[in-house]
């Protein structure tokens, strides 16, 4: 069974959103703080999680962090922040979607969905190689220099569009209609950081990028041979 994190110190939210969760069949973990939430993550070790940013003790942009540095676990973040200098903190220290409070459960649930698919290994898949990296599509592992990069389920959904289209322009409308869902294709700025994360991790000169070819004004395009 597909097992939820909810991390959220209210208790209203949180019950509903366990009562929604466990009805469409998930196993629920919930906790009030982020320290409770670190702790379940260890020994429950979800398949996702739902993190609230205002939380008493540790933020849940610290959770993010804390969780990243051992797990690629999908993270949804569901906030009351609107400001986009909060969205791209909690992006940039590796969360994956962020949903606004108020918000529509539906919506709130087929991100939650989105996020899990981007994370579900595929079938039989080819190996795309590169000089400084080799991108398993099947396992979804990527390996630089024999060692294995860890990225973050969207970080993964990014890269596995762009190599899966080699030399070919892809649209940022493309890329956030495709990862994030159609009512992103405007938010440039979830490019902007998760590229810059790619980059940080894959390319050999992160500011000079070989690879990870930006197309001012339209989008991104992936060249293998260099």
């Known amino acids: 069974m597909t097992r939820i994190l909810v991390v959220d110190d209210e208790a209203q939210i949180s019950k509903a959103l366990s009562i929604n969760l466990r009805t469409r069949g998930y196993d629920v973990d919930v906790a009030p703080t982020g320290e409770k939430a670190l702790e379940l993550a ?18 849940g942009t610290e959770v993010v962090r804390g969780l990243r540095g051992w797990s690629s676990v999908p993270i949804v973040i569901l906030s009351v922040r609107e400001g986009e200098a909060d969205k791209v903190a909690a992006l940039d220290a590796g969360a994956d979607d962020y949903v606004t409070k108020p918000f529509g459960m539906d919506e709130l649930l087929a991100r939650l969905r989105a996020a899990l698919r981007r994370a579900t290994p595929a ?44 030399g070919k322009l892809v649209s940022q409308r493309q890329l956030l209609k495709t990862v994030w869902g159609p009512k992103y294709e405007d938010e440039t700025n979830y490019l902007r ?29 992936f060249e293998p041979a260099v």
């Open 123 to 166: 079938e039989e898949e080819p190996v795309i190689e590169t000089p400084d990296f080799s991108v398993d599509l099947r396992a979804k592992r990527i390996f630089k220099q024999g060692d294995e990069v860890k990225l973050t389920p969207t970080e993964w959904h990014i890269v596995e569009l762009l190599v899966r289209n080699p």
């Open 42 to 59: 260890a020994r429950n070790h979800p398949d996702a999680v739902i993190l609230d940013l205002g939380l008493p003790g540790i933020d």
């Open 193 to 221: 950081v998760f590229m810059a994360q790619v980059r940080r991790k894959l390319e050999p000169t992160p500011s000079q990028p070989r690879y990870f070819i930006t197309e001012p004004g339209m989008g991104y395009r």
